[in-house]
């Protein structure tokens, strides 16, 4: 068999708990694939249950493998997934990325390059600022980055507002094509209608909750990690953390847990729609032949 120069992949975006995982498998087995990870939180070890990673990491790449601690950027992730993919095509398989970071793809298929380190002075100017009061600043300066950004992520918002401070623009526009890329991609969008993804959601909560997850956010603060560690920012951390000191009740942790991960969904989904090449999944069968139509055309048999 020989390929075309650019090497062809399926990407496989979309809201949390919409279905990327099952449709990512069903692809993998009929087309003889191995699973990319593009989930900032699935990285990390010792969030499994949190971040709903695979059970089976078996044919799968960059899920668990960073400690919660580290810093882990889209930039280094791009250089982890090219080595990924370039490994999986050598050896004769479909690379699938599968997941829900906007910048990791992005980063990946249109080569987007890191917004640069800021000053200490811009770090310490905004350091003194109180939350609203970063808040405040970055939507004078910046506003279509929180159409984006976890608000409730101080250290991102912090992060957006050194940007601008630091380049007098938005740190969304480090996100245009910086060279070409190597891959031939097909984006698949999955998705469901909104009171389908909720209802969800609330299950996929539920069973973290019932399934390990307290005991999972236990043993990572015994270990003696804190809340302001990279990992430590997932969902579910800080109020499973709340519920453990006696803060709040486990219908609260509950509620809590689902609202914040509806309105990350809701943040997945805009930032996807901008992009007008994703084809959004149907069926089963409109997914196959989908599938098996871009790799005839981007497959050469000698």
Not at 109 to 119: A, E, L
Not at 198 to 204: F, L, S
């Amino acid at each position: 068999m020989k390929f075309l120069k650019k090497i062809p992949i399926i990407l496989i975006v979309g809201p949390t708990a919409a279905g990327k995982s099952l449709v990512a498998e069903e692809i993998r087995a009929k087309n003889d694939g191995e699973i990319i990870n593009a989930d900032a939180t699935q990285v990390y070890r010792g969030l499994s249950i949190l971040s709903a990673a695979p059970r089976e990491l078996a044919g799968t790449h960059l899920y668990c493998f960073r400690e919660v601690s580290e810093l882990y950027s889209f930039a280094a992730y791009r250089v982890d997934a090219d080595q990924c993919i370039a490994d999986v095509w050598r050896r004769g398989k479909l690379p699938i990325i599968v997941g829900g970071t906007g910048l990791y793809v992005d980063a990946l298929i249109h080569r987007t390059t890191t917004p640069p380190v800021t000053s200490i002075k811009i770090r310490e100017q905004v350091a003194r600022l109180s939350p609203s009061q970063v808040l405040d600043e970055l939507r004078s300066r910046d506003p279509e980055i929180l159409e984006f950004l976890d608000l409730k992520n101080p250290r991102r918002v912090q992060r957006a507002l050194e940007v601008a401070l630091q380049t007098g623009v938005s740190m969304r526009s480090f996100g245009v094509e910086r060279e070409p890329t190597p891959y031939e991609p097909l984006w698949i969008g999955v998705t469901a209608q909104r009171d389908v993804l909720h209802t969800r959601i609330a299950a996929r909560i539920d069973e973290m909750l019932g399934g390990g997850a307290i005991k999972e956010v236990q043993e990572l603060l015994r270990e003696g990690h804190t809340h302001d560690e990279p990992g430590m920012k997932a969902i579910g951390v800080a109020e499973i953390s709340a519920l453990l000191d006696g803060s709040i009740s486990c219908d609260e942790a509950r509620d809590r847990m689902i609202t914040r991960t509806r309105q990350y969904a809701r943040r997945q989904q805009t930032w996807f729609r901008k992009n007008s090449v994703i084809v959004w999944y149907n069926s089963s069968d409109d997914l196959c032949r989908l599938v098996r139509d871009f790799l005839q055309i981007n497959f050469k048999v000698s």
